[in-house]
C-alpha cells in the first residue's frame, strides 16, 4: 500500500508535528506534502522523509511570513497532484484536508482543528491587535470564500479523525460530519515526575494572541510571583512589555531542557482554550499541577480540584480550572492553588495521563486509518 501524508506546514515542532512524527513511524515510506518547508526546523525523523513543497514554497519572504498569504493556500495545496496512491493520511489545522484526491484513493484526515482563522476565533487572529493585516484589506470577504472552500473540500475527505472530542464537535458543527476520536500522544516516558519545586510558575507556548500569555503575565504582575515564558511568536514584543520584573522570558530551549524546567517548576499555567492541549499532559506527566482555562481540551484532559458542577470528586486532583478568562479569575485560581498545594502528588498526577502515551496513540490512529482504509475499498469495489 502505497501512502501518502500531507500537513499544512513544517516550520517548527509544535502539537501537531508531535503527531505527525508518530504517523511518519507508521508509514515510514510515505512522502510528506507541505505548503511550507523550512528545513531544520523541525525532527528527524520527518525530515528523513521526502519533503515535496508547494509554489509558495519559492515566494519570498514567505518562510516568515507565511501566514500573511492565507488565501492562496487552498490553490497551493490542491496544486499537487497525488496520483499514484492507496492511501492520502493528511494532518490538517488548516488546508492539508483539502489536498485532491484521485478516484479510487482513500483520503482519511487528522484534524486538529477546523480552520480556526475564519470559524470561531476568527476575531481572536484577525482582532486590531495582531500582525494579520487582512481585516484592514477586506478580510470579511477572504473569510467568506474560505468557509465556503473549507465545507466544499470535505467531499474528498472519506474519514475523519479528530484529535479530541471538543473538535469532533466543532467537525459536526461545521461540516455536518461525525468524527472518531483519537487524542494526540505525549512522549510520556521521556518525562519524569518531580516534587522539586523552586517556586515558579511556568508557560510553555508559541506566542499567539488566542494563547491568551497577557492573563498570565498580568496575573503574575498583580500577585508578585515568579512566572517563566518559554517559547517565541508574533505576540513577543507586546508581551515583554507588558511583563513586570517578576516574568522571565526564555528561548531556545531544547526537548530536554524543557523537560528540566517542567520538574523545577510549582505549577504550569494554561490560559488559554484550545482545541486539545499537549502542554497541559506534558506538564501532568512530570507530576506538575495545571491551572486551566476551564472550556476546550483543558476539560478532556485535567481534572479539577474545583469542577464548575459538583460531582463525586476523584481521589487525586490534577490542576485547577478557573472559568472566566480575566486576570482576577486566574488570578484567584492560582491563591486557591497556593492554599490547597498539598492535596496535588505528582505520582499520581503523573499516572493519570500514562493513557496518552504516544505507544497507545500509534496503534490507536493506525487502528482507525485502517479500518477507514478497509471500508473505502469495500464500497469502492461495489
Request: hydrophobic fraction near 40%; glycine fraction near 6%; charge should be positive.
Amino acid at each position: 500500500m502505497k501512502v501518502a501524508i500531507v500537513h499544512d506546514w513544517l516550520t517548527g515542532m509544535r502539537g501537531g508535528e508531535r503527531c505527525l512524527e508518530a504517523l511518519c513511524e507508521l508509514f515510514p515510506d510515505a512522502p510528506i506534502y507541505t505548503l511550507v518547508y523550512v528545513k531544520g526546523s523541525v525532527s528527524e525523523s520527518i525530515e528523513c522523509h521526502p519533503i515535496i513543497a508547494s509554489y509558495l514554497n519559492l515566494l519570498p519572504l514567505v518562510k516568515k511570513r507565511y501566514p500573511y498569504f492565507l488565501p492562496f493556500f487552498p490553490s497551493a495545496i490542491q496544486s499537487f497532484k497525488l496520483d499514484s496512491f492507496d492511501l492520502i493520511l493528511s494532518s490538517s489545522h488548516c488546508v492539508a484536508k483539502g489536498i485532491r484526491v484521485p478516484d479510487g484513493t482513500c483520503h482519511v484526515s487528522y484534524i486538529h482543528t477546523p480552520m480556526r482563522y475564519i470559524w470561531d476565533a476568527h476575531e481572536q487572529y484577525f482582532g486590531e491587535r495582531t500582525f494579520f493585516s487582512f481585516k484592514n484589506i477586506g478580510m470579511a470577504i477572504f473569510r467568506k470564500r474560505l468557509q465556503q472552500w473549507d465545507v466544499d473540500s470535505n467531499t474528498h475527505v472519506h474519514g475523519f479523525i479528530a484529535n479530541s472530542h471538543n473538535v469532533a464537535e466543532r467537525i459536526n458543527r461545521h461540516y455536518g460530519r461525525e468524527a472518531s476520536v483519537v487524542h494526540p500522544p505525549v512522549a510520556w516516558h521521556s518525562f519524569e515526575a518531580s516534587d522539586c519545586d523552586e517556586k515558579f510558575y511556568l508557560m510553555v507556548t508559541a506566542f499567539a494572541p488566542y494563547k491568551r500569555i497577557d492573563l498570565a503575565i498580568q496575573a503574575a504582575n498583580k500577585l508578585k510571583i515568579s512566572l517563566k515564558i518559554i517559547g517565541k511568536g508574533q505576540e513577543e514584543n507586546r508581551l515583554k512589555r507588558l511583563a513586570g520584573p517578576t516574568v522571565e522570558f526564555l528561548c531556545g530551549e531544547t526537548d530536554r531542557g524543557v523537560r528540566e524546567i517542567y520538574k523545577k517548576c510549582r505549577a504550569v499555567l494554561f490560559p488559554g482554550e484550545e482545541d486539545f492541549g499537549i502542554v497541559p499532559l506534558e506538564a501532568m506527566a512530570s507530576g506538575k499541577p495545571v491551572i486551566a482555562y476551564g472550556k476546550g481540551g483543558a476539560l478532556e484532559t485535567v481534572i479539577p480540584l474545583n469542577p464548575v458542577i459538583s460531582i463525586d470528586q476523584p481521589k487525586h486532583p490534577t490542576g485547577v480550572f478557573f472559568y472566566e478568562q480575566t486576570v482576577d479569575a486566574l488570578s484567584e485560581a492560582i491563591q486557591l492553588f497556593e492554599k490547597r498545594r498539598s492535596e496535588f502528588q505528582p505520582q499520581a498526577i503523573r499516572a493519570h495521563v500514562k493513557g496518552f502515551d504516544r505507544t497507545y496513540f500509534k496503534e490507536h490512529i493506525k487502528q482507525v486509518i485502517m479500518t477507514n482504509y478497509e471500508q473505502f475499498r469495500q464500497c469502492h469495489a461495489c
